[in-house]
């Protein structure tokens, strides 16, 4: 299985981006997808998730009205929108695999996690 992100780069406070997440080896159908962030020195958080059909979605607080998540079954690939980036946005963002449906994204065990990349946002 790999999950291969891309998308990431440099952009300005208040620019966007678009992040993928492009998935093989698994039925990609199958799997709630997620996306999380580290930045340097702090833990990982949960950023967003979606469900196996992308009918629920579901975002961290700091994200809200921000970022949208969203998938492509026939592509095998989960997107994150982010707008209206700030500084603090700055981080890896890596996906997440997780089969079947959950409640609370942030703190299941994920089945495959991708490598990440990299959002650096300047002021």
């Known amino acids: 299985v790999q999950l291969q992100a891309s998308g990431g780069g440099l952009a300005q406070a208040g620019g966007s981006l678009r992040l993928s997440c492009a998935a093989s080896g698994l039925t990609f159908n199958s799997y709630a997808m997620s996306w999380f962030r580290q930045a340097a020195g702090k833990e990982r958080e949960f950023v967003a998730a979606i469900s196996w059909n992308g009918g629920s979605t579901y975002y961290a607080d700091s994200v809200k009205g921000r970022f949208t998540i969203s998938r492509d079954n026939a592509k095998n690939t989960v997107y994150l929108q982010v707008n209206s980036l700030k500084p603090e946005d700055t981080a890896v963002y890596s996906c997440?695999?997780?089969?079947?449906?959950?409640?609370?994204?942030?703190?299941?065990?994920?089945?495959?996690w991708g490598r990440g990349t990299q959002v650096t946002v300047s002021s």
């Open positions: 997440a695999a997780a089969f079947g449906t959950w409640m609370d994204y942030a703190a299941i065990e994920y089945d495959y």
